[in-house]
């Protein structure tokens, strides 16, 4: 096997236009894709809008929704497969991962943002197995995540 190559594709677009400048909403669409027999995920796609200035009191603020998935290659699977046959046959195999995303860009004063963030992720990993279990059996289970980030520009 020689090589690795991949394919990646952003779409980044304007969707609506906004009530007053710099106001509006946008959309964005990301995939990429990898050979399945030398790659650990194949295939990857996310996607999302986000809002700019939806309310009149709060013009420089955004709201975001996205939406994310990763296959994770045949190869990867197939390597599960043979691990649990000569190992353990209840270990989880690993298939996808998928989440949901929602995010806010609050404005606090001239220069300062924050950003809460709140994710769901389903299968993380892929459905890998739970490293603290020592059965090897159990998956990690599906996470949420709560995030806090602030940015300052001077």
Not at 3 to 29: C, E, H, K, T
Not at 83 to 95: C, I, Q, T, V
Not at 110 to 131: K, M, R, S, T
Request: net charge negative; glycine share 12%.
């Amino acid at each position: 096997m020689q090589g690795n190559y991949g394919f990646y594709a952003i779409l980044d677009q304007q969707i609506g236009a906004g009530i007053g400048p710099g106001r509006g909403a946008g959309f964005f669409f990301r995939a990429g894709v990898a050979p399945d027999d030398r790659n650990l995920v194949s295939v990857s796609a996310d996607a999302g809008v986000s809002f700019v200035g939806f309310m009149d009191d709060r013009p420089d603020d955004l709201f975001g929704v996205g939406f994310g998935y990763t296959k994770i290659s045949g190869a990867a699977r197939a390597l599960d497969r043979d691990a649990a046959y000569f190992n353990n046959a209840l270990a989880p195999l690993r298939s996808s991962e998928e989440l949901v995303e929602v995010t806010y860009i609050a404005k606090m004063a001239a220069g300062w943002y924050l950003q809460p963030d709140a994710q769901f992720i389903l299968q993380p990993g892929g459905n890998i197995p739970d490293p603290l279990n020592p059965s090897g059996v159990a998956p990690l289970r599906n996470s949420f995540v709560l995030g806090l980030r602030t940015l300052l520009r001077f």
